[in-house]
């Protein structure tokens, strides 16, 4: 009887624990990526993820966003994209440069979990591993 509450107990501390510590992860994430979007992306994307006329694509409830893997959007962000793309039903051609050096694995997993998860948008949590593995051209 004994071994089985503690077993039991065990497993609702271990549940408790995880969670916890991914809920942590993704509150630590979102701060950074809001720093980093603040500082770089907002200058052509806007504050509320809104994009700007015909230059700059929405982020906001962007169907391109919502719909394209989320290694692919880790690599353009990452690497840069050019040439004629389509969201939310309007036609973009421009350039998006690649993202200066400085910033880390961690500053692109925050930046991107943020864009997922602000706006209106609901979507992945990006860890910095997933950086790792994807970055590459
Ligand atoms: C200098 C302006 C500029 C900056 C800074 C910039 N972007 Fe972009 N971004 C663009 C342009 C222009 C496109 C469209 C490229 C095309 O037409 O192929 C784009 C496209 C995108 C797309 C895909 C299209 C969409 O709207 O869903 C995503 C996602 C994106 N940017 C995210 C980011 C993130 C995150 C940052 C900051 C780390 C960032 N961008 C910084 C100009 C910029």
Redesign the pocket.
């Known amino acids: 009887m004994k071994s089985i509450v503690g077993i039991v107990t065990g497993l609702l501390l271990f549940a408790a624990f995880t969670t916890t510590s991914f809920a942590q992860d993704k509150a630590a994430l979102m701060a950074k990526g809001q720093k980093?979007?603040n500082e770089?992306?907002k200058?052509?994307?806007q504050a509320n993820g809104q994009?700007l006329g015909a230059?700059?694509?929405?982020?906001a409830k962007?169907d391109?966003?919502k719909n394209t893997p989320m290694a692919q959007?880790i690599k353009?962000?990452v690497n840069g994209?050019?040439?004629?793309?389509k969201?939310n039903g309007k036609e973009?051609?421009?350039?998006?440069?690649p993202?200066p050096k400085k910033y880390t694995d961690e500053d692109i997993a925050g930046?991107?979990t943020y864009?997922y998860n602000s706006f209106g948008n609901s979507g992945p949590v990006v860890k910095p591993a997933d950086v790792k593995k994807h970055k590459k051209k």
């Open positions: 980093v979007y770089y992306c200058t052509c994307h994009g230059a700059f694509p929405p982020l962007s391109y966003l959007i353009e962000v994209k050019s040439g004629k793309m969201v973009y051609n421009g350039v998006m440069a993202l930046v991107v864009v």
